[in-house]
């Protein structure tokens, strides 16, 4: 950086001279027509006199002067002091070396003193002006500092101090969305240790019973024993569901998902997840139908994750039908996306559930925690569908008013 300095010093003292020789060749020789004597004299005098007020400039640059002072209106009244005292001390010299009569001298130095200290009025209200404005940067930096992440500061003007200011701005706002969101995080970390306390307590109660009532012989013919023991394998699948979806949420939250994108073809993965999920829909007395798009493949996914949303949006499809009723699964080409739907015939959603209904943990029924089936949600297979949609760039949305079933809707791009 000092290097890069000196050389800036050397370009600008160059300039001056060549800047000298311009002004004297085509303005002060046309205008003055003064002998070559005093061409080459005022030449000499101008370049040495701008070559020594450059380096004395370079000098207190070097020695720090500027950062030493209390205040930016004194640095700033300083430069100005010492831009004048030199512009008075170059044209003194220049004057004194070519001004014949001394009159002529005297009067010109009594007009730049006047000037000077005109000058020097002047540049305190402006650099009262910057540093009014640099003062409320301040003071806002220090509100800042003590919490106060709702600080902004006025911005005026169209410099550098003007871009300082929409910085801080935009730093203080950045700050307090970071802060909004770990409150939000810190408070869905809470939340989801107590539900899942509670959801994981549930299935353990229920298996502590069954294996204390068999220990203890209340269990005496085969068939109690064969429900009891039918039971405790429903709550093992209830668990290991549970804390399945807890690794994949904690995976989502983490931003630690694993996506192994290929480009797959979509129909065979819905025909697939279809043929998985007959066997609960004919049990349930839910008939179960398809429609696919042959435009819609290939497309770019993790196939597995994608069969994730699938199962559960299927599965949740199903338990809220009643028997009779009726599942569509459709998916079709929107250009370069595809769209997937999942529409039931069931209960439908209440209108005041339909926000939170991708928020984990959250059961629009409160008081029902398991289906016809025995098996119990845990209120996590949409929040993990919407994760998984939202981690291959996709929307996924719900639609649905009471008593006329529910519509489940997600897009993919086809390439990542």
Known sequence: MRNQHLSRMIETIIGIWVFVILLITFVATP???????????????????????????YLI???????????????????????????????????????????????????LLFA?????????FIACALNERIT??????????????????????????????????????????AARQKETLEQGRRDLIAWASHDLRTPLASLRLVVDAMADGVVDDEATRQRYLSTAQMEIANLDELISDLFELSQLDSGHL???????????????TLSAMRALAERRGVKLMGEV??????????AEKIQRVLYNLLVNAIRHT??????????????????????????????????YVFDRFYRGERARTRDHDGQRGAGLGLAIARGLIEAHNGTIEVQS???????????????A
Not at 32 to 57: F, R, Y
Not at 333 to 354: C, F, M, N, W, Y
């Open 258 to 272: 694993d996506l192994r994108r290929e480009r797959t073809s979509l129909s065979d993965l819905l025909s697939d």
């Open 61 to 111: 640059y070097r020695s720090g002067l500027v950062n030493r002072l209390f205040s930016l209106r004194n640095a700033l009244m300083l430069v100005t002091l010492f831009t004048i005292v030199l512009m008075l001390v170059n044209i003194w010299i220049l004057t004194k070396e070519m001004f014949i009569e001394y009159h002529d001298l005297n009067l010109n130095a009594v007009l």
């Open 293 to 302: 798009d042959d435009t819609i493949d290939p497309v770019e996914i993790d």
């Open 322 to 355: 009643s028997e009779g009723g009726e599942v569509h699964l459709c998916a079709k080409a929107l250009g370069d996306r595809v769209q997937v739907t999942v529409t039931d015939s069931g209960e439908g959603i209440q209108q005041a559930d339909l926000p």
């Open 136 to 177: 409320r940067l301040a003071d806002g930096a220090e509100r800042l500092a003590s919490g106060d992440l709702s600080t902004r500061v006025e911005v005026t003007g169209n410099d550098e101090i003007t871009g300082l200011a929409v910085a801080f701005n935009t730093m203080s706002s950045n700050l307090q969305e």
């Open 116 to 124: 000077g200290w005109t000058s020097i009025g002047c540049a305190y």
């Open 31 to 57: 205008l003055l027509n003064p002998p070559q004597k005093d061409i080459s004299e005022l030449t000499l005098l101008m370049g040495v006199s701008g070559s020594v007020s450059t380096l004395v400039a």
């Open 401 to 415: 008013a009471p008593g006329q079933g529910a519509t489940f809707r997600f897009t993919l791009p086809r390439n």
